[in-house]
């Protein structure tokens, strides 16, 4: 596959914004990733898409840029199983960055052990049919079963209409469960309604955590995170803060820096975290998602 970016892809902001909110002393930025940059972390010849660089300098200048302490990086489709940008992100952060890996089924507990070392505490299982091919439960479940003993989670991607029929799956496996950005609700439907109903039944029998991030992914009307708009969202919002107030000791929060595949637009991260005040509305509820719970989570040590 050619080296060059996606048509269309869209780069990540480069001039966010003062965030108005502060953030609590400790918060984690509990969902980000790194890409390359490619010249020195080739991506994987099967990805399905080639992304603008966004290394671990850039990451970690958002970071201080938004007056946070931590990260916690997710391995990007785009790097496949190759976890190598992720562990020298990791190896670079001090101690202040945890990761997510992706591993193969025949992952090796040596490996398993190399990852932990550097700070990886848990694996990403995508079952987003548009970045993945079809996700081999056997291999998962095999998988899951060798992370176990190391105290690590698995991270779930799926869109909402998917999850009636990966529920009993999810449920079987023998490791915590975190759930990407709400498992991609429909905006458009009823926070009271049936499917998100369905949804918050899943998490509680499951015990799973949820991250209600990237709101710039499941709006449909806006307004965006742009220009300095201290309301963006506000179609995500009433979801977001559903799950914050029914779970608010397993909720985090992450910015999904640098964006992957958004073709609508690049929100400014800086307003993306004035954003929290709106779904989590007391300091409460703040202090929770964005620090007690990710340490909790990723430095129980701590």
Known sequence: MSTEVTPGWLP???????????????AVDAHCHVFG?????????????????????????????????????????????????LVDALRASGGRARGVATVDAGVTREELERLHEAGVRGVRFNFVKRLVDAAP????????????????????????????ELADFFLSLPVPLVIDHMGRPDVTKDPDGPEFAG??????RSGAWVKVSCPERLTKTGPRAL??????????????????????DRVLWGTDWPHPNLTDHMPDDGLLLDHVQH?????????????????????PEE
């Not at 963006?232 to 608010?248: L, N, S």
């Open 12 to 26: 990540w902001h480069p001039d966010p914004s003062e965030p108005t909110f502060t953030a609590p002393d400790g």
């Open 37 to 85: 940059p490619a010249a020195q972390f080739p991506f994987a010849p099967e990805r399905k898409y080639t992304p603008v660089d966004a290394g671990k300098d850039q990451l970690f200048a958002l970071r201080e840029h938004l007056g946070l302490s931590r990260n916690v990086i997710v391995q990007a489709t785009c790097h496949g199983s190759d976890n190598s940008a």
């Open 137 to 164: 439960t056997e291999a998962l479940e095999a998988i899951a079963v060798k992370i176990a003993p190391l105290g690590w989670h698995v991270v779930l991607y799926f869109e909402a209409p998917d999850l009636p």
């Open 199 to 204: 949804f918050l039944d899943f998490a509680a």
């Open 227 to 248: 220009d300095g708009e201290q309301h963006a969202y506000t179609d995500v919002v009433p979801f977001a803060r559903e799950v914050v107030e029914t779970f608010p």
């Open 279 to 299: 779904i989590a509305v007391t300091a409460e509820h703040q202090h929770a998602l964005l620090v007690d719970n990710p340490m909790r989570l990723y430095w």
